[in-house]
């Protein structure tokens, strides 16, 4: 099994993706990352090593993004080739293969071949092999008079087939040289891309954290981790926004930022716009809830600018 696995943006930025809970992101990617080259991982073991409980799994499940092949919670990445497309000459076979056929009948599996190097590689040693087989049945041997005109004569046919055989390597090692070029660009772009999500993700978790700080009250380190794991599931300005929303009631509390950020969830809101218009619609229902007016910190002034944006 392959030691680095690809992950497709497509799939894992997608609404239906990011709308799931937080633990089902990242066991699924943890599935993929344990999953062999035709992407049939066991789950029942990597749910253990990553300590998600299998109520996650059933979501993903149920999101058509896994398929159970077995009792044992042997699953298939759905979107696998989505996410990683394996070379046929680097590629084995699952040991699941049979059962993946069986539960998935007209499913498309690579099929692994060796590397066009290895046939001449064997080819050559057949040949020789069929030589010495042939001198030994003739009563030949090295040490014989016709053995030495023997070799005098395969030198010379030697020289004369020795620019083909040369130009055929050069041309095959070209062609490998050129595969690998191409592989080490697309690797070193994929890193380019990770590590500018990285950068953004941490100065994203920084300023979360700042916000957090300022705007609640009775915090605790395990709030703070808790509120930077939705922004798996929303952008920044929505965390920052109910933030700043707790911070102009009385008693600003994680739990109550957590309660809008979980009415959000459910109801899919994604963007700040429709989080006004949530607003708008609650406040023809309701018109008599107020916001706290105290405000040290100064996160009230900003959040009524953000409510009173148009």
């Not at 073991?45 to 896994?66: C, H, N, P, T």
């Not at 590629?91 to 498309?108: C, E, H, N, R, T």
């Not at 040693?125 to 001198?135: A, L, R």
Request: hydrophobic share 30%; proline share 2%; net charge negative.
């Amino acid at each position: 099994m392959a030691n680095r696995r690809m992950f497709s943006k497509k799939i894992c930025r997608s609404a239906k993706f990011l709308k799931m809970p937080s633990e089902s992101h990242k066991l699924y990617l943890h599935l993929i990352l344990d999953a062999d080259d035709d992407g049939v991982v066991e789950a029942y073991s990597v749910m253990q090593a990553v300590g998600v409980e299998e109520q996650y799994f059933d979501i993903l499940v149920e999101k058509g993004y896994v398929k159970v092949l077995n009792d044992d919670l042997v699953s298939y990445i759905i979107d696998w080739r989505e996410h990683n497309v394996i070379r046929a000459d680097r590629k084995v076979d699952s040991i699941y293969k049979d059962l993946l056929l069986k539960a998935i009948p007209g499913i498309k599996l690579v099929e692994p071949k060796k590397r066009a190097t290895s046939k001449k590689k064997e080819s050559s040693e057949q040949e020789g092999q069929s030589n010495d087989s042939q001198m030994e049945v003739n009563g030949q041997t090295n040490d014989s008079p016709k053995a030495d005109n023997r070799q005098t004569d395969d030198r010379q046919m030697t020289d004369i087939g020795q620019h083909k055989i040369s130009q055929d390597n050069i041309s095959q090692d070209k062609l490998e040289k050129e595969n690998l070029k191409k592989e080490n660009i697309e690797e070193d772009n994929t890193s380019e891309i990770s590590i500018e999500q990285i950068e953004k993700t941490e100065k994203d978790y920084k300023k979360i954290k700042i916000i957090f700080e300022n705007s609640l009250e009775d915090i605790t380190e395990e709030n703070i981790n808790e509120c930077i794991n939705y922004l798996k599931c929303f952008p920044i300005e929505l965390v920052e926004y109910a933030l700043i929303r707790t911070g102009m009631i009385k008693n600003p509390t994680w739990q109550y930022t957590k309660k809008i950020l979980n009415s959000w969830l459910a109801k899919g809101i994604n963007t700040l716009q429709q989080v006004k218009q949530d607003e708008k619609e609650f406040k023809k229902n309701n018109n008599n809830s107020e916001a706290d007016s105290s405000d040290p910190n100064g996160f009230k002034r900003k959040g009524e600018e953000l409510l009173n944006e148009e």
